[in-house]
């Protein structure tokens, strides 16, 4: 943990169990690519940006995951499938690692899909899993944000939110510039020092009007209450549904609402520029192609490659 934060605790059996990943969006800003094959699904290194968020799922003990998508997105569902062709391929050629990967995603978790329909905003993705969630608290990942493995935000979330209940939204500290891109949160102070009380929020604020430079990014552990106040909740930034201002309604009638900072490796890899540090920054780790990797890349930003 990057965190500093204390030792997680053991989660009690009213825990939340679920996730909800929502990936429905268009993903216009990488097209071309993005046009027949869902921005979701776009590599980081030789593994979709995607699966990295169920396994992080995963590991935080949410093993029953719901996707929330939308047309032409059915090659997810593909990916997290058994390929029985595929396995059969690999094991007539003897390739056991490739042919472990190929099987490990498809039993990395219990998937659901429902599709969004029309689409209308975060908010809206988040509503249609109301009957799959039920009257549990759940997590919501978004697909865009991709948290380095080593740093564990969804996991200190859960704990927070096990030991004062009510919903925990994740924080990031960004240059007052950037804070027109993010939910924005209003907060005050509490006994833990990564840990905010949110007193307000405001989607995608102006910097001269924004209440602090707190963004919200993608990780989201939700109280069930959520559901009621989003069917109330009217078109905002953009025209759409927003998750932020169903968790301002949550605040604004007095549940628990708080926010975890985090300090981590966050890459958004909706974002060009952000999408080739993430691959870059993940390839130099790696065990097998690392060494080489970064060996050339030296080369490269010496201006020899
Ligand atoms: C969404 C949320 C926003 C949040 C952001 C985090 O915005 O609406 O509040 O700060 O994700 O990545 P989007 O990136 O979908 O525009």
């Known amino acids: 943990m990057t965190q500093g934060s204390p030792l997680p605790t053991a989660r009690s059996a009213n825990a939340a169990r679920k996730a909800v990943i929502p990936v429905a969006g268009l993903g216009t800003r990488f097209l071309p690519a993005t046009k027949a094959v869902p921005k979701e699904l776009l590599p980081v290194v030789d593994k979709p940006a995607l699966q990295y968020i169920v396994e992080e799922a995963v590991r935080a003990g949410l093993a029953e995951l719901l996707m929330v998508t939308g047309r032409g997105k059915d090659a997810i569902a593909d990916h997290f499938d058994r390929q029985p062709e595929l396995e059969a391929a690999l094991e ?13 995603v498809s039993e990395l978790a219990q998937m659901h899909f429902v599709r969004q329909g029309e689409p209308q ?5 988040v509503l249609q899993a109301a009957s799959y969630v039920g009257d549990e608290t759940f997590a919501v990942l978004l697909g865009d944000d991709l948290i380095d493995a080593r740093d564990r935000l969804l996991e200190r979330m859960l704990d927070v939110q096990q030991h004062r209940g009510g919903s925990v939204v994740a924080l990031l500290e960004v240059p007052l510039q950037e ?7 209003s907060v005050t102070a509490t006994d833990e020092e990564d840990v905010w009380t949110i007193t307000d929020l405001v989607e995608k604020p102006d ?7 707190l963004a919200v990014i993608g990780r989201y552990v939700l109280s069930p209450t959520i559901f009621g106040a989003l069917r109330e909740t009217p078109p905002g930034s953009g025209g759409e549904i927003q998750l932020t201002d169903g968790i301002r309604a949550l605040v604004a009638r007095g549940e628990a609402v708080h926010g975890v900072v985090f300090r981590g490796r966050r890459y958004d890899t909706g974002d060009r520029l952000d999408y080739l540090k993430a691959v870059v920054r993940l390839a130099v780790d790696r065990e097998d192609i690392g060494p080489e990797f970064r060996s050339w890349l030296d080369g490269f930003v010496a201006g020899g490659a």
């Open 92 to 104: 007539k050629k003897g390739d056991a690692a490739r042919l472990s990967a190929v099987r490990h």
């Open 179 to 185: 804070i027109s891109k993010y939910g924005c949160a």
């Open 121 to 125: 905003g975060l908010g809206h993705a």
């Open 207 to 213: 910097p001269d009007v924004a209440p602090s430079t």
